[in-house]
């Protein structure tokens, strides 16, 4: 949690607003290869790729 709350600051002090999709992209692609790992939706999200 202190990860993101100091990204957060970085972004607002520098004014790096430019970083916040690209992260938040990698957020959602990291996160849906963690849930569909070991689920039976796994053929069904790799196909989206």
Known sequence: MELIKEYLMFIR????YWLVPI????????FLVVVTAS??????IYSLF
Do not use: E, H, T, W
Not at 23 to 30: D, P, T, W
Not at 39 to 44: C, D, E, H, I, T
């Open 13 to 16: 002090k520098r004014k790096k």
């Open 23 to 30: 992260f938040l992209i990698l957020f959602i692609i990291s």
């Open 39 to 44: 689920s039976a939706l796994a053929p069904f």
